[in-house]
């Protein structure tokens, strides 16, 4: 493996092989008619809660679908939830290492509407057929010190997932230096605390001037979280980080789940 995980073929082919040992089931969703399918897999008991989470929307911030990866390959998500995954929701940009899709299409800012890129149009039509109780976006940032979150839904799953980071010794960013570089968002539009970011879905999609992936299923999803790690750390931490958040947060969701049971026994 090398410094950011490897070539996207590489990841592909670590998705097929957990396809044919039966740990999923992967599909391939056609998307821009020359370009690459997009990979969609799914997993885990069909009547437990549903969680969508997608990586590598940014094609340079990788380390979250290499996590992501790994989760599914150490049977780490809790298989009482029932998952739709996206590998990477970017893979013209994954392979160049760039933000941006071959387009030169910020993929995370087309997710109005039916999809104002190939990428997002085809998430959004697949995903339609679920009500998620939780999605999980996994990005990096290069300006950050630590990790942090976005979090929409009201809860405090975020809360939960920077407990679980911290307790292992990774380190959270104080959102004061890396908050004021990170955009349109300012003080007055949201709450911030240390490791994580609570706004308002709606004022934030007009301030950023498109809809986010995680903006998008926010309007239907219970719970929605971006994770955000370090770029400049080493890889193997980035990658650590967001596979010590993604249980957490599942953890939190299958807690709430068990006191509010949603069917009859
Ligand atoms: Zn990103």
Redesign the pocket.
Same mark, same amino acid.
């Given at each position: 493996m090398t410094a950011t995980g490897g070539t996207y073929r590489e990841l592909v082919k670590r998705w097929r092989r957990l396809h044919d040992g039966g740990t999923l089931t992967l599909r391939e969703i056609p998307c821009a008619p020359s370009g690459p399918t997009l990979l969609c897999a799914e997993m885990g008991d069909p009547s437990g809660p549903a969680v969508a989470i997608a990586a590598g929307? *940014?094609g340079d &911030?990788p380390a979250g679908a290499w996590a992501l990866l790994q989760l599914a390959e150490s049977h780490a998500l809790d298989l009482q939830c029932s998952y739709r995954l996206w590998p990477c929701t970017n893979p013209t940009g994954y392979e160049a290492g760039t933000r941006e899709s071959i387009e030169g299409l910020d993929v995370?800012r087309t997710f109005g509407g039916a999809g104002g890129s190939p990428e997002a149009a085809a998430v959004l039509e697949t995903n339609r057929d679920t009500a998620f109780a939780l999605s999980l976006d996994l *990005? &990096?940032d290069c300006d950050a010190t630590g990790f942090y979150c976005y979090e929409y839904g009201g809860a405090q799953l975020g809360r939960r997932v920077i407990a679980a980071l911290e307790a292992r010794g990774f380190p959270i960013d104080p959102l004061e230096i890396t908050f004021g570089l990170a955009g349109p968002l300012d003080g007055a539009r949201c709450r911030r605390e240390r490791g994580r970011i609570v706004a308002d879905a709606l004022e934030e999609a007009a301030l950023i001037g498109g809809l986010s992936y995680t903006l998008a299923i926010a309007r239907s999803a219970r719970y929605a979280l971006t994770f955000e790690t370090p770029s400049p750390a080493a890889w193997r931490l980035r990658v650590a980080m967001h596979r010590t958040a993604v249980p957490a947060a599942i953890a939190r969701l299958l807690e709430e789940s068990a006191k509010t049971p949603s069917k009859a026994p």
């Amino acid at each position: 493996m090398t410094a950011t995980g490897g070539t996207y073929r590489e990841l592909v082919k670590r998705w097929r092989r957990l396809h044919d040992g039966g740990t999923l089931t992967l599909r391939e969703i056609p998307c821009a008619p020359s370009g690459p399918t997009l990979l969609c897999a799914e997993m885990g008991d069909p009547s437990g809660p549903a969680v969508a989470i997608a990586a590598g929307m *940014h094609g340079d &911030e990788p380390a979250g679908a290499w996590a992501l990866l790994q989760l599914a390959e150490s049977h780490a998500l809790d298989l009482q939830c029932s998952y739709r995954l996206w590998p990477c929701t970017n893979p013209t940009g994954y392979e160049a290492g760039t933000r941006e899709s071959i387009e030169g299409l910020d993929v995370n800012r087309t997710f109005g509407g039916a999809g104002g890129s190939p990428e997002a149009a085809a998430v959004l039509e697949t995903n339609r057929d679920t009500a998620f109780a939780l999605s999980l976006d996994l *990005h &990096e940032d290069c300006d950050a010190t630590g990790f942090y979150c976005y979090e929409y839904g009201g809860a405090q799953l975020g809360r939960r997932v920077i407990a679980a980071l911290e307790a292992r010794g990774f380190p959270i960013d104080p959102l004061e230096i890396t908050f004021g570089l990170a955009g349109p968002l300012d003080g007055a539009r949201c709450r911030r605390e240390r490791g994580r970011i609570v706004a308002d879905a709606l004022e934030e999609a007009a301030l950023i001037g498109g809809l986010s992936y995680t903006l998008a299923i926010a309007r239907s999803a219970r719970y929605a979280l971006t994770f955000e790690t370090p770029s400049p750390a080493a890889w193997r931490l980035r990658v650590a980080m967001h596979r010590t958040a993604v249980p957490a947060a599942i953890a939190r969701l299958l807690e709430e789940s068990a006191k509010t049971p949603s069917k009859a026994p």
